[in-house]
């Protein structure tokens, strides 16, 4: 798992609420990222960090935030959780941008009623 | 515009036969690519990569083929395995486009039949 921890690994919340997704890694990257992953649609990438308070947008960046204060964790969060926000959800942790593997969490599966 | 795209959504293939998963990209500035598997509630665990000055990268059971002129990958799993049947997800990169993450395609689920 390359030192990637997700949590919560499962949870249900009901449409409008908020909801903070939490991926800590122990491998000191630099580089963190969001996936969604949807049947039909592969993996899509949410955001992005590239450093501490440093953070990019990306395909899928709509109703969602990112915060990224220690290198350590990059929180996910849904200010208003939708039905259409329901998903897995993929965190990814890379040493260097490009030409270089992700290391991926093993998800968080998030049901919004 | 789907600029990974893997038009297989699933692939039967006997024990001991060979495993070839198809991948096609439009963006002619990737450079790096990679295949990803995934098991049922596991993330994704990366396979093997190869880098555009490459046509063949070879890991054990696993080789993947790049034809940049039809921008084309594939992986080939020689023998296939049990243990192999899983999602398949084709990714791509470009060292040359600043931050442009990793783009996937939506995958392809194998089930190796014994």
């Known amino acids: 798992d390359a030192g990637i921890t997700q949590s919560p690994r499962h949870k249900v919340t009901e449409t409008g609420t908020p909801v903070t997704l939490r991926c800590h890694q122990t491998e000191n990257h630099r580089y963190m990222y969001w996936y969604r992953q949807d049947p039909g649609h592969g993996l899509r990438l949410i955001h992005y960090?590239?450093?501490?308070?440093?953070?990019d947008k990306g395909e899928v960046s709509d109703g969602y935030s990112v915060s990224r204060s220690k290198t350590e964790d990059f929180l996910l969060t849904l200010e208003s959780a939708t039905s259409s926000q329901t998903s897995v959800y993929f965190c990814?942790?890379?040493?260097?941008?490009?030409?270089?593997?992700?290391?991926f969490g093993n998800g968080t599966r998030l049901t919004v009623t | 515009d789907q600029q990974v795209k893997q038009n297989s959504p699933s692939l039967s293939v006997q024990e001991g036969r060979i495993s070839i998963l198809n991948c096609d990209y439009t963006?002619?500035?990737?450079?790096?690519f990679l295949w990803y598997k995934k098991y049922p509630a596991e993330g994704p665990t990366f396979l093997i990569s190869?880098?555009?000055?490459?046509d063949k990268n070879e890991d054990g059971r696993f080789t993947v083929f790049l034809n940049k002129s039809a921008k084309h990958l594939s992986l080939h799993i020689v023998p296939s395995q049990p243990g192999d049947s899983a999602v398949y997800f084709c990714?791509?990169?470009?060292?040359?486009?600043?931050?442009?993450?990793?783009?996937f395609g939506k995958g392809t689920r194998l089930s190796v039949i014994a």
């Open positions: 963006n002619s500035m990737f450079d790096y």
């Open positions: 990714a791509a990169s470009s060292s040359s486009s600043g931050n442009t993450p990793l783009v």
């Open positions: 190869i880098s555009s000055i490459k």
């Open positions: 960090s590239y450093g501490v308070k440093d953070t």
């Open positions: 990814a942790i890379s040493e260097v941008h490009v030409n270089s593997p992700l290391h």
